[in-house]
């Protein structure tokens, strides 16, 4: 099965800093590549996401970034703001279908 | 256009009871899975279904069981509940993005 890991766990940046988040996987068959977002008490939520036919996607102060040959992909957020505190949980899967879920990187925004 | 509806949001079972979480979407999806979150951990596959009438396990199936008579609905049945599972529930069905219900907090005493 599909093994995943996230890096680092915890991230705590100023507010208006660039946040990354790193997810590796093994999965060569994998072909979807989600970030979700989870505020706390709250359920999970998908923010971006990005096929294998691309290298980097855009929107707004979110981006990311694949490397299929290194088996990783990354989340960028840019000017963070408070509200982009949360847990976020990278999912490779293939068919995007059955995603793994990685362990989750808390990120604190201090304002 | 509810997405995915689950219930209830809260439960306290007694070690040995045995209840059913229920999970109900109307976006016609064919996929359909259940994770349990504990505190300050990622999600954890119990079961998946992918249409009516098949079933599968993941990563942590055992303790529970699954049906998928519709495709609509994917109710997810704890027998003899136990102190270990006690854990947020998530139901969530996918056709490429996955949507998540609001989660079940389940408590074993």
């Known amino acids: 099965g599909e093994n995943v890991e996230q890096h680092p766990s915890t991230l705590s940046v100023q507010e208006g800093d660039s946040a990354v988040i790193k997810c590796t996987y093994s999965d060569s068959a994998s072909n979807y590549f989600p970030w979700y977002k989870q505020e706390l008490g709250k359920r999970p939520q998908l923010i971006i996401d990005i096929r294998s036919n691309v290298g980097e996607k855009k929107d707004q102060r979110i981006a990311v970034t694949l490397n299929k040959t290194a088996k990783h992909f990354s989340l960028h957020i840019t000017e963070t703001q408070p509200e982009d505190s949360a847990v976020y949980f990278c999912a490779p899967g293939a068919g995007s279908y059955q995603l793994t879920f990685g362990k989750g990187t808390k990120l604190s925004v201090i304002p | 256009n509810a997405g995915v509806t689950q219930t209830p949001k809260f439960r306290i079972l007694k070690i040995g009871q045995s209840m059913t979480l229920q999970c109900t979407q109307d976006?016609?999806?064919?996929?359909m899975y259940w994770y349990r979150q504990d505190p300050g951990m990622g999600l954890k596959l119990i079961y998946y279904s992918v249409g009516a009438g098949i079933t599968d396990k993941g990563e942590v199936p055992n303790g529970y069981n699954v049906s998928r008579s519709t495709t609509e609905d994917f109710p997810l049945r704890l027998e003899l509940a136990a102190p270990s599972q006690t854990s947020v529930y998530f139901c969530?069905?996918?056709?490429?993005?996955?949507?998540f219900g609001q989660g079940t907090r389940l408590t074993v005493v």
């Open positions: 969530a069905s996918q056709e490429g993005n996955a949507f």
């Open positions: 976006m016609n999806h064919n996929y």
